[in-house]
């Protein structure tokens, strides 16, 4: 479906021009188009588009671009500063024709975007290139990836559950076994978080071979983003919804890792979560984790946690929590979830995420001392202390 040609005049009826530069309907060969002189912080918008994006798969437009350049597309979708993107490599000469899959954008800062609630089309520049743009249109489809999407480019074969699917680049994993793990692992999330939708596709955990392919793997995933994503060094690594790790024939299946990043993974496609690595979803990840593979020592660990923990000020603001403080995140996270003095603040916490894109207890006006407290407490009924 063509949404906009060009072809008509009123060019100022339907786009606006921000941050400098100019925007004009200029001709080409085989009618009008979209001329863009930006400035090096400028972006075009439309506010006339459909709302409901989620039947298509697809959009594409032809440009062509005075000096090889980059533009980024950007959707709002949803609240304010919720949003879709994606970078698009532009080069000189020729009109050239773009094809972007819809499920390759990436997610903006801020709160949860959605594939129903498209504001606004936008294209933001970098740089003062001219452009020109025609034909910008959408595809029938779905913005949503399918594991089977994703395999096409890391490799592997599939294996499709209720709730999870396996990306296996291993001859000898036993995929079914595993899906049937990562499924139950979701049952329990949508249990405990019943205000969570259900995945629209299986949520994909992507297996590689080994460490090396793993991380290579992942690094190949973030380019199919327009993104540039470094090396994991950590034995997991979850983005854009798509959960990754590596194969250890030592643990073969029953390996924790593959529950902890899948539950990232999950977060994101119930809840347009982005792993942050803040509180909220690494104190999930690290409960569900010990709770299908459970840890002897885990005991003693928080112990050792309580004795010196990081204040929930700055635990549960919002920010990104480096590995040492997981366990203090667990602490929380079972307090949250299994005491009845706080039920009901999990959806309170995903509702504001999804709102103003922070997990900050403080801006939720929760009462801190209190909840350090009753953590406290209740890791010591959990534990038997």
Request: aromatic letters at 10%; one cysteine or more.
């Amino acid at each position: 479906m063509i949404l906009f040609d060009f072809e008509a005049p009123g060019l100022n009826d339907q786009w606006q021009m921000r941050g400098g530069g100019s925007g004009s309907r200029d001709a080409a060969e085989s009618g009008w188009c979209l001329h863009v002189q930006p400035s090096a912080t400028s972006k075009i918008a439309s506010l006339r588009v459909p709302a409901d994006w989620s039947r298509y798969g697809e959009v594409t437009f032809r440009a062509r671009a005075a000096a090889d350049t980059s533009v980024q597309i950007w959707l709002a979708a949803g609240p304010a500063r919720a949003a879709f993107w994606r970078k698009i490599e532009l080069k000189a000469g020729s009109w050239q024709d773009v094809h972007v899959p819809l499920g390759w954008f990436r997610r903006g800062d801020g709160p949860a975007p959605s594939w129903s609630a498209v504001r606004a089309f936008s294209f933001t520049f970098r740089d003062t290139t001219e452009v020109w743009l025609d034909d910008i249109a959408v595809a029938d489809g779905s913005p949503i990836l399918t594991p089977e999407t994703v395999a096409a480019v890391t490799g592997g074969t599939v294996t499709r559950g209720r709730h999870a699917a396996v990306v296996s680049l291993v001859p000898s994993l036993n995929g079914v076994a595993l899906v049937a793990t990562l499924d139950s692992v979701a049952d329990a999330v949508l249990a405990d978080l019943p205000f969570l939708k259900t995945p629209a596709v299986p949520v994909p955990l992507v297996v590689f071979s080994d460490q090396g392919s793993y991380q290579a793997g992942v690094v190949k995933l973030g380019a199919a983003f327009a993104a540039i994503a470094t090396a994991p060094s950590d034995d997991g690594f979850t983005i854009e919804g798509i959960a990754t790790s590596s194969w250890d024939p030592s643990q073969g299946v029953g390996r924790s890792v593959y529950v902890h990043e899948f539950v990232h993974a999950l977060l994101t496609h119930t809840a347009s979560l982005p792993n942050g690595s803040e509180w909220l979803q690494e104190g999930l990840a690290n409960w569900y984790q010990r709770r299908f593979f459970p840890q002897p020592s885990l005991g003693d660990v928080i112990r050792g946690r309580l004795a010196n923990p990081l204040p929930l000020s700055r635990l549960c603001d919002g920010q990104r929590i480096e590995t040492r403080y997981y366990g203090d995140a667990w602490t929380v996270m079972g307090t949250l979830l299994e005491d009845p003095a706080w039920s009901g603040t999990l959806s309170k916490v995903f509702d504001a995420a999804a709102r103003t894109g922070t997990t900050s207890l403080a801006a939720l006006g929760v009462d801190l001392d209190a909840l350090d407290r009753d953590r406290r407490a209740w890791t010591a009924r959990h534990f038997g202390w």
